[in-house]
């Protein structure tokens, strides 16, 4: 069964934690993504990586984290440093072929400040 | 700077009537344009995609979308709307690696 898979479903944050939110894909796609969805403004990009051991930095990167020690893993850490991080949070994948833009999107994590 | 502007935040229509939902976009190149769907609580879901070619494309459950160039615009259609469609809608533009631009959504209700 291919797909994107996100965990948790719900993510509870105390003030002052870092907490770990997991993308994992058995696609085969080089490319994947993490992208923060508030209400009313669509989808922003935090990071991205089009390859193992590489990843850039987004729109709204500031307060954030991402490794890519493997091809199938993309997680994202919502540090202290992330004063507003309430947020529906999505990751994305892609293979890098030509002609391939299309991204698939896992079911994402809705993280919550307590 | 790519760009993707959805006019309607919010519609409501009848089941069974007919739907458009608008897109404009901002581009300097041929765009790569999308429209996915979204559920509450769920992720996006791919309805259909434009690259090249027939500028009438046909989509998963129904839906179609047109690629006027002269209007910048991706308008997503449907003919008769079923009360499952009701969901978010999103437009997206890329023009590839990793530059996709989504707009801000527009939420759709269906009427009984």
């Known amino acids: 069964d291919g797909g994107i898979t996100q965990s948790p479903k719900y993510l509870f944050r105390k003030e002052g934690q870092n907490v770990t939110l997991s993308c994992e894909q058995n696609?085969?796609?080089?490319?994947m993504y993490w992208y923060r969805q508030d209400p009313g403004q669509g989808l922003r990009l935090i990071y991205y990586?089009?390859?193992?051991?590489?990843?850039q930095k987004g729109d709204i990167a500031e307060g954030y984290s991402v490794s890519r020690e493997k091809k199938e893993s993309f997680p994202l850490t919502v540090t202290s440093a992330q004063k507003n991080p309430t947020a529906f949070y999505l990751c994305?994948?892609?293979?890098?072929?030509?002609?391939?833009?299309?991204?698939?999107f896992g079911p994402g994590t809705r993280l919550l400040v307590l | 700077a790519q760009s993707v502007t959805q006019p309607d935040i919010h519609i409501t229509v009848s089941e069974g009537a007919s739907l458009e939902l608008r897109c404009n976009y901002s581009y300097g190149a041929t765009p790569y344009l999308f429209w996915y769907v979204q559920s509450p609580g769920q992720g996006l879901q791919l309805l259909l995609k434009y690259f090249s070619g027939d500028t009438l494309v046909q989509g998963i459950k129904g839906f179609e979308a047109e690629f006027k160039r002269s209007q910048s615009s991706f308008n997503l259609r449907k003919p008769s709307v079923h009360w499952s469609d009701a969901a978010e809608y999103f437009c997206?533009?890329?023009?590839?690696?990793?530059?996709?631009?989504f707009g801000a959504g527009t939420r759709l209700t269906v009427k009984p």
């Open positions: 997206a533009v890329g023009g590839g690696n990793n530059d996709m631009r």
């Open positions: 990586s089009q390859i193992v051991n590489d990843f």
């Open positions: 994305a994948s892609r293979t890098t072929s030509a002609n391939q833009e299309t991204q698939y």
């Open positions: 696609l085969n796609h080089d490319a």
